[in-house]
Structure formats: structure tokens, C-alpha cells
């Protein structure tokens, strides 16, 4: 009798397309991934739009691809609530990238998409934050962590998907499937920095 290999899933929070597609490369064979594109942050709804619409284009074409050997990511759309966003950070506009603002956003989506895994019966989530060189590995980890650990059967897997040249592979694997890359985070304040 064939033994069947079942994989373990993951709620993959993702930022976008792009930060998705090498952290989607390095989880598919080990995990059976849903991607939960949550992010409040991105405070211009064309932008939040554009975004999204290359998260399901890379999915699309993935899924086309990988069809035959069972790997189908799942998307799933958090709600879009830029103004709860803006109401955490307030006070905190003038924070530099990667300061005291970003970690609250950090803090937004991971406990958003914590709560979507605890409820749909996932034993793990990550994100795919930890792929971009802007972003600090060890701030996002601990805080994934300690999420987690207000939950009985959860844990946060902490992967820093910049390793092993994953932002360049996830600049190679955007090219070649066309998609959209944005030039700053997503809130209105690291537009302008």
C-alpha cells in the first residue's frame, strides 16, 4: 500500500506577490500553504488593490504550474481596514522605517492573521515579512512568538526567508511571472521616505 504524504499546513501571511513567491518556493514542498493577505498598512486603496491583484496572479500562475504534483495554495483576503491601522499608529508618524511604528504594524497583522489560524484550525503561521532586507528578522519573530503563545495549539514558524538569497530569488521569480513591485512599504508614511 502507497504510503500518502500528508503535509502539515501553514497560514502564510503575505504583504504582497512578490514577497510571496520565494517564500512560497521554500514552503511548498514540506507544508500545504494558505496565503492570508492582510494589510491595513497599505493606506491607498488603488495600491492595496494593485497588490492583491498580484498575490492571486502569482497564485494563478503557480497553482497552473504545480497542478500535477498537488501543490495548490489557497488565497484568502483579510478585511481591508486601513483606518485601524492608522488609529494604532498614531503619535507614531514620524518614526523612521523600521522603528517603533513598523513593529505596531508588524503587531496588526500578525495577531489578525494568528487569529484567522487559531480559528480555521491551523497549528502554524508565518509571514512573509521576513523575506525583505528592510525588515528586521528578529523584531518579527519575537513578536509572531509571543502572539502565539496566546494560543493553545498554535506556534509561529519562524523562518527569515532573506536567507539563502531569498529577496533576490523572490526579484527573479516577480520578473518572471510579471508582477507588480512596489517601491515602498505600503503606508502613506513610507511613501514618503
Known amino acids: 500500500m502507497e504510503k500518502i504524504n500528508v503535509k502539515e499546513k501553514v497560514l502564510l501571511h503575505s504583504c504582497c506577490g512578490p514577497c510571496s513567491t520565494a517564500c512560497i ?76 511604528r513598523c513593529e505596531v504594524c508588524f503587531r496588526q ?33 519575537g513578536i509572531g512568538q509571543q502572539i502565539a503563545e496566546g494560543y493553545d495549539d498554535l506556534q509561529f514558524l519562524d523562518i527569515d526567508f532573506k536567507k539563502k538569497d531569498g529577496f533576490r530569488r523572490s526579484v527573479v521569480l516577480s520578473k518572471k511571472y510579471g508582477l507588480y513591485r512596489q517601491n515602498y512599504c505600503g503606508c502613506v508614511f513610507s511613501e514618503r521616505s
Open 25 to 100: 518556493e521554500r514552503l511548498a514542498e514540506q507544508y500545504d500553504i494558505t496565503v492570508f493577505f492582510y494589510n491595513p498598512c497599505i493606506t491607498d486603496y488603488d495600491e492595496y488593490e494593485k497588490r492583491k491583484d498580484s498575490q492571486i496572479s502569482f497564485l494563478e500562475a503557480y497553482n497552473a504550474e504545480n497542478k500535477e504534483n498537488g501543490q495548490m495554495i489557497r488565497f484568502v483576503e483579510g478585511d481591508y481596514e486601513p483606518e485601524r491601522y492608522l488609529e494604532r499608529v498614531q503619535g507614531l508618524e514620524n518614526e523612521p522605517e523600521g522603528g517603533a
Open 109 to 141: 497583522r500578525l495577531e489578525k492573521t494568528a487569529g484567522y489560524a487559531a480559528a480555521g484550525g491551523f497549528f502554524l503561521y508565518t509571514t512573509t515579512l521576513t523575506v525583505s532586507p528592510h525588515k528586521n528578522f528578529k523584531v518579527i519573530a
